[in-house]
């Protein structure tokens, strides 16, 4: 049996006792397609945990998660081709650690909210104004921002990084870009563990504010809501409230645990007796994880989706594939000097 029949058993298994079985069923000739080309032409497909399911189960177990996942399996890639099922800083990220392969994304405008406003010049004037300190800049940046930064991190590991770069500079003070919310989310942190880092990110010295257009829509109103509704009490051991480390401080607050989307699914897998779960993000990952977690009731309330994310179809997947368009291109100099910030981030770790 070839690889693609074994994938396409695979995705229909996974699938089968979901609400996407039909959607599977009508798609099948399309992403048997896309399958048989991966194998032909010996691509890697990475997936996002926002990826629509029919996407997100395109890529292997070992090939799909967050940011930080995706980053580690790009940089170990020994395909000559890698498509990305993300947004297009995530390919950028791809293209940055493997220079000598083809990185596609279905979509060349799949942007980011954080990402697209905050350009190289915004890093400058902060390591301008904050002589010595160092720089970590939130994964979702683009390469030129990257290339100025001394340290990259993810939400799976924003304040070990910041610990670290701390220390490696020798400097009380560390600028955190660009995200807004989740630098003061690690602030806070950084002072319930009587840290004497002080975290600069935009927002709080300027009139600049980062934020992600999908967390920050998620209110502490809501989760209170959400929590009568559907009997979700705080601290029970049979059920909880995830969310987001890019959302709100007040929001982070109302949770049972905060962190990156990797670290849910771990939260998830360390607490086997939970039966009743919200998840405060991107509401793709409720469907993805309902999947790896059947025997959770996930709580569907959620109502906000990425409008970059899904700009990434299987339509479009099928034509990058086909015809080997919608390449990631960095420049030389900015990609080695953005390496050396997704290196310093990849060695740390989570």
């Given at each position: 049996?070839?690889?693609?029949n074994?994938?396409?058993?695979e995705?229909?298994?996974?699938?089968?006792?979901?609400?996407h079985?039909?959607?599977f069923k009508?798609e099948q000739?399309?992403i048997?397609?896309?399958l048989k080309l991966?194998?032909?032409?010996?691509?890697?497909?990475?997936?996002?945990?926002?990826?629509k399911?029919?996407?997100?189960?395109?890529?292997?177990?070992d090939?799909?998660?967050?940011?930080?996942?995706l980053?580690m399996?790009?940089?170990?890639?020994?395909?000559?081709?890698?498509?990305?099922?993300?947004?297009?800083?995530?390919?950028?990220?791809?293209?940055?650690?493997?220079p000598?392969?083809?990185?596609?994304?279905?979509?060349l405008?799949?942007?980011?909210?954080l990402?697209?406003?905050?350009?190289?010049?915004?890093?400058?004037e902060y390591?301008?104004?904050?002589?010595?300190?160092?720089?970590?800049?939130?994964?979702?940046?683009y390469?030129?921002?990257?290339?100025?930064s001394?340290?990259?991190?993810t939400s799976a590991?924003?304040?070990?990084?910041?610990?670290h770069?701390?220390?490696?500079?020798?400097?009380n003070k560390?600028?955190?870009?660009?995200?807004?919310?989740?630098?003061?989310?690690?602030e806070?942190?950084l002072g319930?563990?009587?840290?004497?880092?002080?975290?600069?990110?935009?927002?709080?010295?300027?009139?600049?504010?980062?934020r992600?257009?999908?967390?920050?829509k998620?209110?502490?109103?809501e989760?209170?809501r959400?929590?009568?509704q559907f009997?979700?009490?705080?601290?029970s051991?049979?059920?909880?409230?995830l969310v987001?480390?890019e959302?709100?401080?007040?929001?982070?607050?109302?949770?049972?645990?905060?962190?990156?989307?990797?670290?849910?699914?771990?939260?998830?897998?360390?607490?086997?007796?939970?039966?009743?779960?919200?998840?405060?993000?991107?509401?793709?990952m409720t469907?993805?994880?309902?999947?790896?977690?059947?025997?959770?009731?996930?709580?569907?309330?959620?109502?906000?989706?990425?409008q970059?994310?899904r700009?990434?179809?299987?339509?479009?997947?099928?034509?990058?594939?086909?015809?080997?368009?919608?390449?990631?291109n960095?420049?030389?100099?900015?990609?080695r000097?953005?390496?050396t910030?997704?290196?310093?981030?990849?060695s740390?770790?989570?």
């Amino acid at each position: 049996m070839t690889s693609y029949n074994l994938k396409i058993m695979e995705i229909e298994k996974e699938l089968e006792d979901t609400d996407h079985y039909l959607d599977f069923k009508t798609e099948q000739v399309k992403i048997e397609k896309i399958l048989k080309l991966r194998d032909q032409k010996n691509v890697l497909i990475l997936g996002h945990n926002y990826m629509k399911p029919l996407i997100y189960h395109l890529s292997d177990k070992d090939s799909r998660g967050d940011s930080l996942a995706l980053s580690m399996y790009a940089a170990k890639s020994t395909s000559p081709i890698i498509l990305f099922d993300g947004v297009r800083f995530m390919a950028e990220t791809a293209k940055i650690l493997n220079p000598d392969k083809k990185v596609l994304i279905a979509d060349l405008n799949a942007g980011c909210s954080l990402a697209d406003p905050f350009r190289k010049q915004d890093v400058l004037e902060y390591k301008e104004k904050f002589p010595g300190a160092p720089v970590v800049t939130y994964i979702n940046s683009y390469a030129e921002v990257k290339a100025e930064s001394d340290y990259c991190c993810t939400s799976a590991n924003a304040l070990k990084v910041v610990n670290h770069a701390s220390k490696d500079f020798n400097s009380n003070k560390v600028i955190f870009l660009p995200d807004s919310l989740m630098g003061k989310n690690l602030e806070n942190e950084l002072g319930n563990l009587e840290s004497k880092i002080e975290l600069i990110y935009p927002g709080k010295y300027d009139n600049k504010f980062g934020r992600c257009e999908v967390h920050e829509k998620i209110s502490a109103e809501e989760i209170r809501r959400i929590r009568r509704q559907f009997d979700l009490k705080k601290g029970s051991s049979d059920s909880a409230v995830l969310v987001h480390l890019e959302c709100p401080p007040e929001v982070l607050a109302e949770a049972d645990y905060y962190g990156s989307t990797s670290g849910m699914a771990k939260y998830l897998l360390e607490h086997p007796n939970l039966k009743k779960v919200y998840l405060g993000t991107e509401c793709e990952m409720t469907s993805n994880l309902q999947n790896e977690f059947p025997q959770i009731d996930f709580v569907r309330a959620c109502q906000v989706f990425c409008q970059h994310m899904r700009k990434i179809t299987l339509d479009k997947i099928l034509f990058s594939l086909e015809n080997e368009v919608y390449e990631i291109n960095v420049e030389e100099n900015i990609r080695r000097k953005a390496k050396t910030s997704i290196d310093r981030m990849l060695s740390i770790g989570r």
